[in-house]
């Protein structure tokens, strides 16, 4: 199961989170969002792919954050078209796409990005851009058809391991991951170490 970790942006912190093994490390690129990180902040980060994560920011500055940062992928949370989408995959980035979910009618919306991007993210919907910290019915994703692998995301914390134990037995193929961010936090854009080590090393167990 792959294991994204979003939301980080101080450098003592994300070495620590990364040394937790995990797959991918997010880093918040919009700058009204509590846990924007500064650049330069990620050169703590060792192997794990390296996400920046972008609202509605153009092709120009999504690559031009890439090249600094040296990112590996790039998530988009905003109103991007599966252009857009296709001209960074072009770029031999990985692509993931965040769409909000509170029904069925919103997996359609997968469809038009399946063939632009390498993951969806499904994340709770709510006012404005970005996670809100609460969950969803992960049933309505048993309705989710696309080829394309997707991550969980939205309202995880250390007390979800039964739910997404019980989803693992019912979801499609292509369930890939979660995303984990505010639900292991003691505050914005710091991780609690402990509490991630503990829950990661559950979800291996599964």
Do not use: W
């Not at 093994?21 to 990180?37: A, H, N, Q, W």
């Amino acid at each position: 199961m792959t294991v994204k970790v979003c939301g980080l942006k101080e450098a003592d912190n994300i070495a620590g989170v990364a040394s937790l093994g995990v797959d991918m490390l997010g880093f918040i690129f919009y700058e009204k969002s509590p846990r924007y990180c500064k650049p330069a902040r990620i050169s703590a980060v060792g192997s794990q792919t390296k996400v920046g994560v972008f609202v509605n920011a153009s092709f120009d500055e999504i690559t031009d954050r890439v090249s600094v940062c040296g990112l590996d992928a790039v998530q988009l949370h905003g109103d991007e078209s599966p252009d857009l989408c296709r001209r960074l995959a072009a770029r031999r980035l990985v692509v993931i796409k965040a769409l909000p979910v509170s029904s069925a009618c919103d997996l359609r919306k997968a469809e038009a990005y399946s063939a632009s991007v390498d993951y969806i993210l499904f994340d709770t919907r709510c006012e404005g851009y970005g996670g809100s910290g609460r969950s969803f019915d992960h049933s309505i994703l048993l309705g989710y058809a696309s080829p394309t692998p997707f991550l969980l995301s939205g309202g995880l914390r250390p007390e979800s391991v039964d739910s997404i134990r019980d989803f693992m037995r019912i979801a499609p193929p292509t369930f890939a991951g979660v995303d984990l961010n505010s639900g292991f936090e003691t505050a914005p854009g710091l991780k609690n170490i402990a509490a991630l080590q503990t829950f990661i090393a559950t979800l291996r167990n599964l």
